[in-house]
């Protein structure tokens, strides 16, 4: 079902919003900004559209990032909204004030949200499970298992090309699956490694949270996911929301590599370390 709650947002703004953005060839360009507990933040631009999936950064560090990317916060066309945790939502509400720009945002979130006073978001309510255009972007949005109020993942089309982000969840249901499915690129938790996360700092109640249903992905639920239903279409797999306390860079790369090397696939395999933007990715 596609319902179609965006609106176009054209190119003939000033700010060089229609300079050569990328490499010939490509459609769309991708950076993670920031993927940990302690912020997220992904770019997603075509020549026509720029948006934000979450907006765990201050408004100064997205810029800042955004900059180094040959990106500006002027430019952005909306920000999707996966859930209310903060590591997702801390900078938006300065943001959206600064940029006026529409937060696309399930209703049962957005209620969570607190605002500037004497500020009204634009805020697009979409419902769980529905998809919705951003300019030349085709987004659809889906449930994902995690104990926040409404949390979803989405899947970004553009020209064909498909971009797939899947953030905080606590296992992958067959419906997320399906719709990762064809994805160029896939932005996917890999959370922590169970054994770090058993013996590490956390309280036993946070723990138990972490590995719920409802919590996060483990190293070893994202190798059984490559292993078992990655698609060979994806040519670029980033790994990202690590926990800084539970998790290693090297163990995820070594974990996912053995599993890509098992399924003989030629998927480039990248992890996207706490606290650093990734390379950009040009889709
Ligand atoms: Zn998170
Ligand atoms: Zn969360």
Redesign the pocket.
Same mark, same amino acid.
């Given at each position: 079902m596609i319902f179609i709650a965006g609106k176009c947002y054209h190119t003939d703004e000033p700010g060089g919003r229609v300079e050569a953005r990328l490499q010939e060839g490509t459609i769309a360009k991708v950076c993670v900004l920031a993927s940990s507990s302690s912020g997220n933040c992904t770019f997603i631009g075509t020549d026509r559209t720029r948006i934000l999936v979450d907006a765990g950064l201050s408004r100064k560090e997205i810029a800042l990032r955004l900059a180094s990317i040959g990106e500006a916060l002027e430019g952005l066309d909306a920000v999707l909204i996966t &859930?209310e &945790?903060s590591d &997702?939502v801390s900078g938006l509400p300065v943001l959206a004030r600064a940029l006026r720009i529409p937060v696309y945002i399930t209703r049962l979130a957005a209620g969570t949200l607190a605002w500037p006073a004497g500020f009204t978001p634009k805020l697009e309510i979409f419902q769980a499970g529905c998809g919705f255009a951003i300019g030349d972007l085709r987004i659809q949005s889906f449930t994902v298992p &995690?104990d926040?109020i409404d949390p979803v993942g989405f899947c970004v089309d553009a020209d064909g090309v498909r971009i797939g982000v899947v953030m905080?969840l606590g296992y992958i249901p067959e419906s997320v699956k399906y719709h990762v499915r064809g994805a160029r690129l896939l932005v996917l938790e890999a959370n922590h490694d169970v054994e770090m996360l058993k013996v590490g700092p956390y309280p036993w109640a946070v723990k138990q949270r972490v590995m719920g249903r409802r919590g996060h992905l483990s190293n070893d639920v994202v190798s059984e996911f490559i292993l078992e239903e990655l698609d060979g279409g994806t040519r670029t797999l980033v790994l990202g929301h690590l926990s800084e306390h539970n998790n290693h860079p090297e163990i995820v790369r070594l974990v996912a590599d053995q599993a890509l090397r098992r399924r003989a696939l030629a998927t480039r395999l990248v992890v996207a370390e706490p606290r650093r933007l990734s390379e950009v990715f040009q889709c």
């Open positions: &859930h &945790h &997702h &995690h926040a905080d």
